[in-house]
């Protein structure tokens, strides 16, 4: 059975579904199967962040009101034959996803794939819940900021009440996901550091992507940014973080200490 | 402006760090979630059939850390329904 992971946030554009495409595509490189899937009926991008716009035929929706078969929905990546995206769609509204619908799907999606990842709406609205019910775990994107920490922690609450496992008394396993963080600024004190946000939020962290423009570069093209440069910065990040939902432990490294080897070797700086 | 706030402004991630503190230990304890709200009702209902007390005096609180979540439950009990129970 496959594991079901959300990326929620509560707030919008932090990263979520940028974050989706990149674990998603890092676990396929890993040689897993994994799907994605669009929660955000309406308001679907996941198709465009992973290039697979003009190749959407049918969608969640369709699929769930019985108009489509989910292998007919499923679209297969070009670049990896082990990751698959499953589109939400753009012309209905939320709520043509109903709670017994999204189960068999995902019920389905489990028994086929080793990862089904979620890309939640923003809000907390229905779109949200549905796409955090079926968890196993969830990744929280944060960015260091003060009204994304604010919403995270509201999205932390409703992981506790709203899903199956919470309602089966079991504990959701949740693990934050900091974006776009700038170490310069951290350490200049003009940005919220890794250590003040875990603190807030007291959940454990699954990894830090920084601020950068390979992730944008990426985006325009159509790609996961682990796909699109797998050797910058972003991409090792996600990597890392795809590894450590495997469940492998792994130091944290703060992206963006621009030490090279020299200063590896030399160790940390003075003072 | 001082001519020393040109070079040196106040850092201001501490200011955030203390502002979303204060802001969510409150949050989390107040309207936070249903399930609170709803835990408070029932207890009251079952403490109000043996003893008589004030709704306003029964406070539920929740905290969240890593590992687990601590249920506080505050009972204010008159002193006149106090002697009767005992």
């Keep these: 059975m496959g594991k079901v992971i959300v990326v929620t946030s509560g707030k919008g554009g932090v990263g979520k579904t940028t974050s989706t495409a990149a674990l998603g595509a890092a676990l396929a490189q890993n040689g897993e199967r994994v799907v994605v899937v669009d929660f955000d009926v309406g308001l679907r991008n996941l198709d465009l962040v992973m290039g697979a716009e003009r190749r959407v035929v049918y969608d969640l929706v369709n699929v769930i009101q019985g108009e489509a078969k989910l292998t007919q929905a499923l679209i297969r990546d070009k670049r990896l034959e082990n990751l698959f995206l499953l589109p939400a769609s753009q012309t209905r509204d939320k709520d043509n996803l109903t709670t017994e619908g999204v189960d068999r799907v995902i019920t389905e999606l489990k028994r086929v794939f080793d990862w089904v990842i979620c890309d939640s709406p923003a809000g907390i609205e229905r779109g949200a819940t549905l796409a955090m019910r079926h968890a196993d775990m969830a990744v929280v994107v944060t960015n260091p900021e003060v009204s994304s920490v604010r919403d995270s922690d509201r999205i932390i609450g409703l992981l506790d009440s709203k899903t199956l496992k919470a309602e089966r008394g079991e504990r959701m396993e949740k693990h934050l996901m900091l974006t776009r963080y700038d170490s310069v600024r951290a350490e200049r004190g003009d940005m919220l550091k890794v250590d003040d946000v875990l603190e807030i939020l007291s959940i454990p962290l699954v990894g830090i992507i920084p601020e950068s423009s390979d992730v944008l570069r990426a985006s325009n093209m159509g790609a996961p940014v682990t796909l699109a440069d797998a050797r910058c910065a972003p991409a090792m990040a996600y990597f890392e973080a795809a590894r450590r939902l495997r469940g492998e432990q792994l130091p944290i490294t703060i992206p963006g200490d621009k030490r090279g080897i020299f200063g590896k070797i030399f160790g940390r700086k003075a003072a | ?86």
């Design chain 2, 1 to 86: 402006m001082s001519i020393f706030g040109l070079f040196r402004k106040n850092k201001s991630a501490p200011m955030a760090r203390e502002r979303l503190q204060v802001l969510l230990a409150h949050e989390r304890a107040s309207a936070g979630s249903d399930l609170v709200s709803i835990l408070r009702e029932e207890i009251l209902a079952v403490i109000a059939k043996h003893v008589e007390l004030d709704a306003d005096r029964v406070h539920v609180k929740m905290d969240r850390d890593e590992n687990m979540s601590i249920l506080e439950i505050d009972v204010e009990i008159p002193l006149k329904a106090a002697l009767q129970a005992a």
